[in-house]
């Protein structure tokens, strides 16, 4: 069944001014406001800045976010790792790509213990790959994490920047099941990619959907303000059958309000993408 979840750390201000972390102080109270807004599921975060005290790190810890889960009835299906922004998969030596791929490892039995589904896998900013060079590192780092990820029962989400003509070659080059594509409509937005041309290349391989809104070339905006086509997504997600997941991952509003926003937002997705179709607005 379709959910409609929020990334984690988006219903209360952010800490330490980043617009995106886990949330050292409330990760625990947003089950609660998860709950409030109507949401269905949070999409963890992993990340650097809170790796010393993010719960997933221990068996006690997952018996927390389990006992929540169960009490809020918001359950935790995904992680997105965004520690590996900090700590590329791209552009690293043996001795460092060592490391980050048995971080990987483990954060991939972690996911298995909590009993997510998937794990979204970030090739944007630091992270992008730039060259051809780097797309065939890329492609060898993903054949060697793959089996890792079947036998844990984790699929790997990709999020890259990647025009979609090349993410369609990075894709068609590992047709693995477990492999599939995270849609983010607001940075497909900035960087000018078309919905149309994005479902001809890869629309079949889309396991996951970030919805954002954000302006040609600038920053995240309030849903439907910015340069997302919303309708040729929605016309795109129809012609692939799209049931996976939604999560929220829209521009922040004035602190406090934050449930209220996620309210409206979740709002805003039934009436694009799960209600019987009709002209968006």
Not at 14 to 41: I, K, N, T, V
Not at 44 to 64: F, K, M, S
Request: with cysteine.
């Amino acid at each position: 069944m379709t959910c409609i979840g929020i990334m984690e750390g988006r219903l209360f201000p952010p800490e330490a001014g980043r617009f995106q972390s886990f949330p050292r102080e409330h990760w625990a109270d947003e089950f609660e406001q998860a709950a409030s807004a109507g949401l269905d599921s949070i999409e963890w975060i992993y990340d650097q800045y809170a790796a010393d005290i993010n719960p997933l790190a221990t068996d006690d810890g997952i018996e927390r976010i389990k006992t929540l889960s169960g009490k809020h009835g918001v359950q935790v299906l995904s992680l997105c790792a965004d520690y590996f922004l900090d700590k590329p998969l791209v552009r690293a030596t043996a001795s460092e790509m060592a490391d980050r791929l048995a971080t990987f490892e483990w954060l991939l039995g972690r996911c298995q213990k909590l009993g997510m589904n998937r794990m979204v896998v970030p090739f944007v900013d630091a992270s992008r790959i730039d060259t051809d060079e780097e797309l065939n590192c890329v492609c060898v780092t993903l054949t060697y994490l793959l089996p890792l990820a079947e036998k844990a029962g984790i699929e790997l989400h990709l999020e890259t920047s990647l025009a979609p003509n090349s993410f369609s070659e990075l894709l068609a080059r590992l047709p693995h099941p477990m492999l599939k594509a995270n849609y983010d409509s607001g940075n497909s937005s900035s960087l000018g990619y078309k919905p149309k041309e994005e479902f001809a290349a890869y629309g079949v391989r889309i396991g996951s959907v970030h919805i954002k809104d954000r302006i040609l070339g600038g920053s995240t905006v309030p849903l439907g303000s910015g340069d997302t086509d919303f309708q040729a997504l929605s016309e795109g997600l129809e012609s692939v059958a799209y049931s996976g997941d939604f999560i929220l991952q829209a521009a922040r509003g004035v602190p406090g309000d934050e449930v209220n926003l996620a309210r409206q937002n979740r709002e805003f997705v039934l009436k694009n993408f799960l209600s019987p179709r009709s002209e968006l607005s």
